[in-house]
């Protein structure tokens, strides 16, 4: 996908989805766990922001900061022993934001059967300069028919994110032009 087809200004040429793909790998530990002695939901986040970020950082060619973490989803307890990988690349972006895919896979250290799908989420980063300010970062140039998917499904989720912020602001207006404190 080119710039113009895009719709942006920039002058940076464009990255496939592979270049900044990668995956990240993590047995579990007792130090892991939660009360109920599954590995805390916590734990797999901070996982998920890690390559998401290393991910954001590889793609936009520095640092970017994580804004927010849309539909992080648990679909299995990953337990003590269990090796995670935390699959991760850039779906979207904007000209200085990114959506980042993360899938959460895990291999049961006790069996022998193929690791699967424990979770996922979508964060986006802002990439930034040494000053904190935004900096554009380049397109992302879907390669397969899952990567286009992925980068349509990417749109549609920044669309309800960005109508979910104006129906919200315009509620707490609407709030404060009636008296109403908070």
Do not use: C
């Not at 890690?50 to 299995?76: K, N």
């Not at 964060?123 to 349509?152: N, T």
């Not at 549609?156 to 008296?179: K, N, P, T, V, Y």
Request: hydrophobic share 35%; aromatic share 4%; glycine share 8%.
């Amino acid at each position: 996908m080119t710039d113009q087809a895009r719709g942006t200004e920039s002058e940076i040429p464009g990255k496939p989805t592979s270049a900044s793909r990668t995956t990240l790998s993590h047995i579990m530990t007792h130090n892991d766990t939660n009360l109920l002695g599954t590995v805390h939901g916590g734990v797999i986040m901070k996982l998920v922001d890690d390559a998401a970020g290393a991910v954001a950082g590889r793609h936009s060619g520095g640092p970017a900061v994580t804004a927010s973490m849309d539909e992080m989803v648990f679909l299995e307890p990953v337990r003590v022993g269990d090796l995670i990988h935390v699959k991760a690349q850039v779906n979207w972006t904007g000209r200085t934001s990114m959506e980042v895919g993360v899938r959460v896979l895990a291999e049961r250290w006790n069996e022998s059967t193929p690791a699967q799908q424990v979770g996922s989420a979508y964060l986006v980063f802002a990439a930034v300069d040494g000053d904190g300010k935004p900096r554009s970062v380049p397109p992302v140039l879907p390669e397969s028919e899952r990567d286009k998917r992925r980068y349509q499904e990417a749109q549609i989720r920044r669309q309800h994110r960005l109508a979910r912020r104006r129906a919200i602001m315009e509620l707490r207006q609407q709030r404060a032009a009636d008296g109403i404190e908070d």
